[in-house]
Structure formats: structure tokens, C-alpha cells
Nanobody, 122 residues
């Protein structure tokens, strides 16, 4: 069983940056592919980015490509999402998730954090 705890969300202005962190416990973190998802009010959960267990491969949804960067530190059991040039449409609750499958589908992820709110004012 893997427990995930996100942090780093907040209220920022358009154009600002935030760095989200997700720390894992209770499992072998380095064997899991990790993803970031987000959900805005009234919208479905949306894939944002993912990183392979080794850190060697990443994937992004088109709307964040070039602005967001996912990374991980297996020694610290942590995954990060650096978000630059934030836009109002990035406003959502952001979740990190762990999977033993490489996927952008939320239903392929086994473990989820509680989420952290990101609000971008325009």
C-alpha cells in the first residue's frame, strides 16, 4: 500500500510559477510510474504529466507542454511538478498518483494523494 501526500499548491497570478511536490510512503516508490492529474470544478479528471519509474521517460498533455516539468527523486520518494507561466485555465485540484502501468488514463493508477489546490488569478 502506497500513501501519497501532495503539497505546494496555492493562489498565484497568471504568469507566476509553482512547484508541486508529492511524497510517497509505504511502498517501493522506485518501482512505480508516477503521474499528475488535475480536476477543475464541473470537469472530468485530466491527465497532466507522467514519469517512468526510472525517470528516463516523461509525457505531458499538450496544454502544458513547454510550461510544466515533471521530475522525481527516488532517493527521497518524491515526484515534482514545476509549473511555469501559469494560466487561469490551470486552476484545479492537482493529484499525484502511482501506477505499475505506463499510462495517461486515470483508471490505470492504483494509488492517489488527497490533492492540492492550485488557483491562478487573471
Amino acid at each position: 500500500q502506497v500513501q501519497l501526500v501532495e503539497s505546494g499548491g496555492g493562489l498565484v497570478q497568471a504568469g507566476d510559477s509553482l512547484r508541486l511536490s508529492c511524497v510517497a510512503s509505504g511502498g517501493t516508490f522506485s518501482t512505480y510510474d508516477m503521474g499528475w492529474f488535475r480536476q477543475a470544478p464541473g470537469k472530468e479528471r485530466e491527465f497532466v504529466a507522467a514519469i517512468r519509474w526510472s525517470g528516463g521517460t516523461t509525457s505531458y498533455t499538450d496544454s502544458v507542454l513547454g510550461r510544466f516539468t515533471i521530475s522525481r527523486d527516488n532517493a527521497k520518494n518524491a515526484v515534482y511538478l514545476q509549473m511555469n507561466s501559469l494560466k487561469a485555465e490551470d486552476t484545479a485540484v492537482y493529484y499525484c498518483a502511482a501506477s505499475q502501468l505506463w499510462s495517461s488514463r486515470w483508471d490505470r493508477y492504483d494509488y492517489w494523494g488527497q490533492g492540492t489546490q492550485v488557483t491562478v488569478s487573471s
